[in-house]
């Protein structure tokens, strides 16, 4: 299964924009990515996926490289509700499974 | 519509005790999951099911049994407790369509936080 890196943590302002990195560099052309988040106490939340064009929802902005090697979250206008872990995951169409790394824990500063 | 739902919500155990964690979906999806999560850590896939009558193991499946006998249920059982097994277990559930490979998303229920002593 390919693997994806993230940093262990990250820090934003609120009402400013967040950009969650993701390094995939194994990444096979089926592979979708995936972005959950899991607030305190929670399960995880689907955020939004894309596989090679960037893709804009209701909460956030995925960016894709050109590569794929790599991509980025983008949440435009982060609130305090929007401190969680959030986690890459890439899922392959040859499997149905995902597979969770640790994730990056944003904090987020009123 | 309340999705996934898991009970308990939290159990202690004694070591070597059994117990069942429940786990229901209202969804009508064909795929379920059973992860647990220790703290400060990933998910970790424990099993899964693509259908009733159909399950099969992830990456940590010592210690655990499943069955799925409905579309709904998907009930995870632990024979012989052990302090290893004390984690956050979460239940989740996708819908998966041929032409949507790998594109399903995934819900989860709000967790079973399981505590062995």
């Known amino acids: 299964d390919a693997k994806t890196t993230q940093p262990n943590s990250m820090e934003s302002n609120e009402e400013e924009p967040v950009h969650l990195p993701c390094n995939h560099s194994?990444?096979?052309?089926?592979?979708?990515i995936h972005w959950y988040r899991q607030l305190p106490s929670q399960g995880p939340e689907y955020v939004i996926h894309?596989?090679?064009s960037n893709v804009n929802n209701r909460m956030a902005s995925l960016a894709i490289a050109e590569d794929r090697k790599s991509s980025t979250l983008i949440l435009h206008r982060a609130t305090l509700r929007d401190a969680a872990v959030y986690y890459c995951?890439?899922?392959?169409?040859?499997?149905?499974?995902?597979?969770f790394g640790t994730g990056t824990r944003l904090k987020v500063l009123a | 519509n309340a999705g996934v739902t898991q009970t308990p919500k939290f159990r202690i155990l004694k070591i070597g005790q059994s117990m069942t964690l429940q786990c229901t979906q209202d969804?009508?999806?064909?795929?379920m999951y059973w992860y647990r999560q220790d703290p400060g850590m990933g998910l970790k896939l424990i099993y899964y099911?693509?259908?009733?009558?159909?399950?099969d193991k992830g990456e940590v499946p010592n210690g655990y049994n499943v069955s799925r006998s409905t579309t709904e249920d998907f009930p995870l059982r632990l024979e012989l407790a052990a302090p290893s097994q004390t984690s956050v277990y979460f239940c989740?559930?996708?819908?998966?369509?041929?032409?949507?490979?790998?594109?399903?998303?995934?819900?989860f229920g709000p967790g079973t936080r399981l505590l062995v002593l």
């Open positions: 099911s693509v259908g009733a009558g159909i399950t």
């Open positions: 995951i890439l899922r392959s169409s040859g499997t149905y499974k995902y597979i």
């Open positions: 989740a559930s996708s819908y998966y369509t041929p032409g949507g490979r790998g594109q399903e998303t995934q819900y």
């Open positions: 894309g596989l090679t």
């Open positions: 194994t990444i096979s052309g089926t592979d979708y």
């Open positions: 969804m009508n999806h064909n795929y």
